[in-house]
């Protein structure tokens, strides 16, 4: 069965940081862009960072110098590093992966990240 399982979002206060975990399941892992998004209720969900199987990667501008994706292709995982939360950081935040050749998209269920003091 193909999965992806976020992890790691909770409540922070401004200026915290936290990661989040992406875990693949049924997956070729070191083929697939792996990628971040968020969605805020009645929004459509938007890029935060993605890396690619060759690890280039990309960034929204408002994550630019505070958040960093990473992959452990070892572990079958990827991971957000955020720091320096804004409350306008809420939302929910999901992984998402592409096969390189087959195009086929996954998503996973979504972590909240909550920014608030």
């Known amino acids: 069965q193909v999965r992806l399982v976020e992890s790691g979002g909770g409540l922070v206060q401004p200026g915290g940081s936290l990661r989040l975990s992406c875990a693949a399941f049924?997956?070729?892992?070191?083929?697939?862009?792996l990628g971040w998004y968020r969605q805020t209720p009645g929004n459509q969900r938007e890029l935060v960072a993605s890396?690619?199987?060759?690890?280039?990667?990309t960034y929204a501008d408002f994550v630019k110098g505070r958040f960093t994706i990473s992959r452990d292709n070892a572990k079958l995982t990827v991971y957000l590093q955020m720091n320096n939360v804004k409350p306008e950081d809420t939302a929910v935040y999901y992984c998402?992966?592409?096969?390189?050749?087959?195009?086929?998209?996954?998503w996973g269920q979504g972590t909240q990240v909550t920014i608030s003091s």
């Open positions: 998402k992966a592409e096969g390189k050749y087959t195009k086929s998209q996954r």
């Open positions: 049924g997956i070729v892992f070191e083929t697939n862009t």
């Open positions: 890396i690619t199987s060759l690890g280039d990667i």
